[in-house]
């Protein structure tokens, strides 16, 4: 059984920084392409970020580019997001989630994990 | 840029069945879409990929009721004998080499 549990989430303020961590298990990590995935309270599904299975390229939404990093650890099966320069309107549940394939495309998000809550707030 | 519009909301009666459209804006008819359901207060579940020649691949245990199809520009999801569990936020989403991926706004789907 594919799970992807997120980690990291809380409060913090805005200007600061905040690590987020995915753990993988149930399938081939290094086998797929993995994302970040946002939604904001009430709001839709917006694309964060996404890395290739050996992490030799990534893509960014232009709202996070600059600020955010996403990163992974394939010994470890494990997917991070490091965000910088948090602002309020980063505030949002935070998803994993595993592609379909290796590559950053034609990209579909296969499975999800339950989703960590960022509140950037003074 | 991709566009993806859907309705913003859908009802349907108890047993009865349900069409969701996602409309491809102009000049990219031909990206294939995924669909996702979020039951209030969980995380997205993908419930299949749509191709534009109206071939659909499913997740691991989608049940039969859903489907998808195609026609031009328009992505289906048909959701037959609705249940009370299907009430939900769909929302359909492809990939753009530019742009990374695109989601549509959801569809609140009630079942009466």
């Known amino acids: 059984e594919v799970q992807l549990v997120e980690s990291g989430g809380g409060l913090v303020q805005p200007g600061r920084s905040l690590r987020l961590s995915c753990a993988a298990s149930g399938f081939t990590f290094d086998d797929y392409a993995m994302h970040w995935v946002r939604q904001a309270p009430g709001k839709g599904l917006e694309w964060v970020s996404g890395?290739?299975?050996?992490?030799?390229?990534?893509g960014y939404a232009d709202s996070v580019k600059g600020r955010f990093t996403i990163s992974r650890d394939n010994a470890k099966k494990s997917l991070y997001l490091q965000m910088n320069s948090l602002r309020t309107d980063d505030t949002a549940f935070y998803y994993c989630?595993?592609?379909?394939?290796?590559?950053?495309?034609?990209?579909?998000?296969?499975?999800w994990g339950q989703g960590i809550l960022v509140t950037v707030s003074s | 840029q991709v566009v993806l519009t859907q309705s913003p909301s859908a009802s349907a009666s108890l047993g009865a069945s349900v069409k969701l459209t996602c409309t491809l804006i102009s000049g990219h008819i031909n990206y294939a879409i995924a669909w996702h359901q979020q039951q209030p207060e969980k995380g997205p579940r993908f419930l299949m990929k749509?191709?534009?020649?109206?071939?659909?691949n499913k997740g691991d245990g989608i049940p039969d009721r859903f489907s998808g199809s195609s026609s031009g520009a328009e992505r289906y999801l048909t959701i037959s004998s609705l249940q009370s569990e299907d009430a939900a936020d769909y929302y359909c989403q492809t990939w753009n080499t530019d742009v990374g991926g695109v989601f549509g706004g959801g569809t609140k789907l009630t079942v009466l």
């Open positions: 749509v191709n534009n020649d109206g071939t659909h």
């Open positions: 989630s595993k592609d379909l394939g290796w590559g950053l495309a034609a990209t579909m998000f296969e499975y």
């Open positions: 890395i290739t299975w050996n992490g030799d390229s990534v």
